[in-house]
């Protein structure tokens, strides 16, 4: 079974409020890529993972080499949390939107019911001058009910800002590992939808990936067999509707996977891509040749205009 | 043992304030069938199920096929959540009712304790243009006490916006699986009562199924296997008293029987159905072709005013 | 041991705010059989036990039953939930008065640390016009601290509002059942005490068991077998103090039985009864009639004037 | 190790806002014994045990025994909870100061992990006219959490409304019973300072029971064997610091213990006792006759004036 | 591998709003060694370890003991709770600043999922002019999703109120003990991160120790063994960026490891020492003594100014 074109849909701009689309106006249009495409840059890992993220490329330690390098390479946004908004951002106000990442957890303790908890709120992004807001739902756990109570209030002061709000949809816990984990083709297209059918204005999710003998623990359809990444991907864009899509690139992986999954997700209707470590662990003028490989990637694949 | 009519019910509209009465009315005489009935249609399957339910049918994926759906067909509202009530619904507006569904969950996680939880509110509804609120609550629950409180917000606010109140009543956790589960007459009937006696306005239930075998776990006199799939629909919606009652339809059946049970409901002096999947996992045309069948039906079978 | 006539207690109407003493008049002396008594017809059984209970008198499931017969009868007041008093209510508006039970729950679940959540507040009860707030506390569950709190939160309303507080004191949970059982003597006499300290101004109390072999794990000086069931019910009486005593029936018993503990407690300086599945699983002009038989009881038994 | 003197204490006094300096000084010179001692009657035990603490004296069962006893014995204030303080007060406002108990529990279920949750707030005591406010901290309970920021609003409502802060510290709980139990020395010196550091004004402590061979699980130094009783009163006083000490009694012990325990712990710099069941239990002629002993024993044995 | 030199940062003040650029100003140039350093004296280990602690030295079971010390000596600051804050500090004000800890907790119950529980907030150390507020946080616990809701609403309050927040980062709980511990270089560097992204302006850090027996269990790169203490110290004031960074002391080592520690933190770009135990476990004269070494030591190894 196969979606041979994402569905076609309506410009997400024009059912946004005006605070919303002012603001997401200057990610898609005026800063990065353009041509209504997103390039995000998340500096999260130092709470997500602590700061062993950061020895491949020790000048990545200080967030200065990150914020340089979004306002730089003219990314569309860069994506932190509470103090480097406070203590980094300041600097480099109007040269790079901000998107601030309202909660985080680290990953020391096990996951199996995860939820990542607001360390911040709508009110410090509006403060801060920031463009967009954050938010990690992880769906699936055992948590949910905490979790989208939480999300439900982030995403009432999105609306009552004019903020808009971003989505990091991740399938995790005990819950999800049984039906084919959270890379299956199930996890992400469902957290596709979800994430768009609690507000999301802009859905960040992973690339999937196929794995017949996980797969078989998914339910119907997922677990037949005949789907290929490229289907999966038009479908995950197709789930999130008029949301937009982004498409995270995890760890570290070689420039060709990274090139190919950057156009697999423009071409099937996606927005654009959010890489961190794989930008960042690279010294500073072989960041710059990657990012500006990626923009140029991304304008020629671009399919859809928000 | 049965009850032959169902209990001559005052005029709910009559019990309601002016802002209840006006949105309620929109429903039961402006939109729809008419006479009082009610024909809804859900599209929260994206949350509690996942896209897998968008399968069969694969341009129920995009929700403007709902949308349109319903507005063409003139069903008597719309039910879904927040996400597509903000980036959908405004191109409906005015054209078909909205219930804005309050609270959701994924089936990912086991549900021995269930909580749906609430990821909007009744301001939220009231700023959207809905004629009316919906809220899933889980009988029986071991986390009942989570859910009657919250609940409880929910009907507050309704009564002081004026908004009326749709309760999706499930029977549902460990504790109901012990007395005969989620579909029996035991159930379903303390759904209906637990509902009204909670503030619903409408109350939506689950067909009963007659089970002997799993009936003998209920208390009496449900155990004593006596009853009717008939007399149970009747005392159910007996039980619900001055709060109106819609069926639903649950996963796809043949079309017989989904007009015998839409013929029941209305008979036994329910005001109607929710059809989803029964409606929108059909081709274009042949949703139109069926809801037709249903609208008429529920017409001449009408058998209360509200 | 024994204590031969119950404490003289000062008039509690001296003891209270013009708003309670306003209502509570209305209670004591304008409706029901007067002189100070109190005669309450509770429904909450539709939501404690579901729709079972109406099942020996089908017409007993329609609300109008009860409310019907409360006016009819001429009861002190009608207790019910939010739904009934906001759909059934208003019809007998000024003929017999409401209290507004604040809490409930079903009985499905298995109830080792039970705990009644609030699914209306006090300013609902002034809403609706009720002379009196409801309250069902579970002494002695495991889940005490979120009990206490909870009726914290309705005994300030109350006083904010002059609003009177009619606490449902019944000794519940695995702990309760350690100690001789919630029926105990001990278990009842720590529940009159407790409602009245947490500022109870009536006591619901169900009348004690006295069972030699369950009073054994009770502490001293419970367990050592000297107390008859009039010494008991004195105690308790005394044990509330100011507050008012009225013993429920539970479950229906031989008319004898009713009559006699009508006496007994009204005797041992209680207030009255509350009598709900007594009366209303007679037929109409059956329940009728055990009502005047209980007021003239009441009248010529009554030994304190509040 | 000991410590010869009570470490000399700046005035308490002077270290208090306006507020809560014009209340205590009504405990410690205008009521009770007088020259800055404290002599409380606590009658929270029918919360805290239930009635069976009445039955050594029947009289005491009304609260009218307590309230008269209080007054007409002179002391310094009467500490109940909100119950008792809305119906038996208000006949003797003015004639005894007035603590208001905020939390309480019953001893139904175990406590391995004890919390006792707040009925009644700061604003109820200044709306009854009360003197201070009492608080049960439950030190090393595993619920400390909850218990602390409980203690945390109370002790922040207490300095707006400057209304003097009495902590019942009590340690408690599991992890107590393994460190030398609630009654070492360790934990009632460490409940000392604890109440201290939280903002206590008045801490209420319980007798030190010196005990070999549990010491022996407490942590150095506590475990060494070398402290008589004495020392240990003194050093639990110094931990309080400039927090005044009241000591508790108990359950009922014969009249000897009881007046050597009331001249240890002036003598040890405290300010007085908490006397309740060692008193109350008895008639009323033999109540007021010990009353008159303890009084002025603290009076020749005090050293301490705050 | 090596980190040769700490980061060079931007200065901190630079970043800080009036309110906090104010406050910090005087700890860091008014009062103590000045020239950018910070010498704290903590007096919270009544609450976390107990009066035990004061054991050594007997007179500093009186908290003037440490205030006075710490007014005469010269400290930039006194860390202490809301108790001592109250009643202790008043007597210092002006002479020495305060520090209001916000949060803590006893050491009795076992501390697998660790939360220090806030018992004042940042409006209390407003009122009691302080000029920093203090908060722990315990990196890695289970229970972070509560901690860092906590922390967030700590820190929104303190940029509202323009009140410099200092973060004592303890990497604590049973997670952090399968990772290689509390004191290994992986949980010291992940928690210096982790608060200054939770918007710490000052982090309090534990001296790491490296062990490679221990460190084996931490991910790469800190499970290698390739590092010194140096290096780990180089390390986490680096990850703590722009927020200055202070050594806590422990209990009490010897001198030559005191200034040893001292000299390193320095060196390393950190901001200077919390020592308590390790100074008023001395008595009078010899705690003034190692007090003016540090101070000069500190001096001679500054090598930043924020």
Redesign the interface.
């Known amino acids: ?1 196969e ?1 041979k074109t994402a ?1 076609e ?2 410009s ?1 701009l024009a ?1 946004l409020t005006p605070g919303k689309r002012t603001r997401l106006r200057r990610l898609l249009f005026e800063f990065g890529p353009g041509q209504g495409t997103l390039l995000f840059l998340p500096i ?1 890992q ?2 997500e993972h ?3 993220d950061f ?1 491949p490329n ?1 000048a990545s ?4 080499y990150q914020f340089s390098l979004a306002a730089e390479a003219g990314y569309s946004a860069i994506a ?5 908004a ?3 951002y ?2 480099y106000a109007g040269q790079v939107p901000l998107i601030l990442k309202l909660n ?3 990953d ?3 996951a199996e019911a995860p ?7 709508v009110e ?1 992004a509006v ?1 801060l001058g920031a463009d967009a807001a954050g938010y990690t739902l992880y ?4 948590r ?3 979790d ?2 939480q ?2 209030h982030v ?2 002061d999105c ?1 009552r800002f004019g903020m808009p709000l971003i989505v990091w949809a991740y ?1 995790r ?4 590992d049984k ?1 084919g984990g959270r890379d299956s083709f ?1 996890a992400i ?2 957290a ?3 994430a ?5 204005d802009v859905v960040k999710l992973n690339m999937e990936k196929i794995d017949p003998e996980k797969d078989k623990d998914s ?4 677990n037949d067999g005949g789907f290929t990444q490229e289907d999966a991907i038009r ?1 995950c864009v ?2 999130a ?3 937009l899509v982004v498409l995270s690139g995890g760890s570290k992986v070689d420039d060709e996977t990274l090139l190919d999954q950057t156009r697999f997700i423009l071409e099937a209707g996606g927005s654009g891509v959010i890489y961190g470590r794989n930008v960042w662990q690279r010294e500073h003028s072989a960041a710059l040749e990657i990012i500006e490989q990626i923009k140029e990637l991304m304008l020629s694949s671009v399919t859809r205009i928000p």
């Not at 939820?115 to 709120?121: E, Q």
């Not at 816990?173 to 999800?176: F, K, L, N, P, V």
């Open positions: 079974m979606v569905i849909q309506k997400l059912t999260d130092g709470i602590g700061p062993r020895f020790p330690k200080d967030p200065e932190c949390e509470i103090g480097l406070s203590k980094y300041p600097d985080g957890r680290t020391v303790p096990p939820l990542s908890p607001c360390n911040a709120n410090d403060r769906v699936g756990s055992p949910q009910d905490d989208l109570i999300l439900g995403r009432r609306d399938p816990g005990s819950a999800i039906k199930y297209d469902y596709a939808r979800l768009m059918e609690m507000g999301a339910p119907a359809p997922y479908h197709a789930s509707g008029r949301s």
